[in-house]
């Protein structure tokens, strides 16, 4: 019997229709944030067991745009579009673990399939929107420039629902992109059993960052964030805005090749 081939399934002889590539993935794209404060309770009801809110400013909140172009290692994807353009807004807060802080991505959504299985192994919880950013362009009337004084829109939806709207202005060049989102992530992946009362039968905590890191100037920005709550998602209630604190925006490479298990719980 031949082996069945691919780094998630679909599984094939050949591998070639599984959904994601084997690692390593690489990354190139433009990040647009904005970071505020919320109330700490908030965040801290977003956290697992076991993770505490991170000592210093626990309530700070970033809320990310980002629109990508992805590839695995060969770069076939970058000649076939749609199988490496994306764009994806998340939500990310600071946490502690065993004396350890870290950044945490609590909530995201992406455009494509392909970003919701890679999302799936690295402990990310994303889902489906409709995502926007507007882009810098180096000519002409109908696109802004990285520069004071450009000005940059970004908008996310969910099942027709509007939950995101963002504005920002750059101001002047800045030391980071923000500090929120500045930290190895601390995520969970976890899968149910099939059986109805059968609980989980995979309980992680792991840690992972990126390498290669290869970035633009950063700008700091003025700033607005307006959110809000669907039927279905819990933007604004999960973590209100109290206190906009700062706007960013870069462009960016980075790669991603695994990561570490902190804990595995038992089950």
Known sequence: MAALNGFLPPYTESGRSAL????????????????????????????PGGVELSEEDPGAVAMIWADWQSCSDG???????????YKEAFVVVRCRHAGVTYS??????VTSDFAIGRGL??????????????????????APRVEAGGTFGATLAAYDHRLATARVTLTTPSESNGVVNALPMLHNRQVRAIERD???????????????????????????????????DELASALPVREITGGFYRQIGVSWNGGTTVERRPV
């Open 121 to 142: 192994h690295q402990g990310y919880p994303k889902k489906l929107g409709s995502i926007y950013m507007t882009r810098p362009m180096p000519h002409g009337k109908a």
């Open 75 to 85: 770069g076939e994807e970058l000649l076939d579009p749609s199988r490496s353009q």
């Open 198 to 232: 059968g609980g989980l039968v995979l309980d992680e905590l792991i840690t992972m960052g990126g390498y290669d890191a290869d970035v633009g100037p950063a700008w700091a920005a003025d700033a607005e964030l307006e959110l809000a709550d669907s039927p279905w």
């Open 104 to 109: 945490r991505c609590v909530l995201i959504w």
């Open 20 to 47: 994601v590539p084997m690692p390593p993935w690489h990354y190139s794209g433009d990040l647009l944030t904005v970071e505020y404060r919320t109330d700490p309770e908030r965040v801290a009801a977003l956290l």
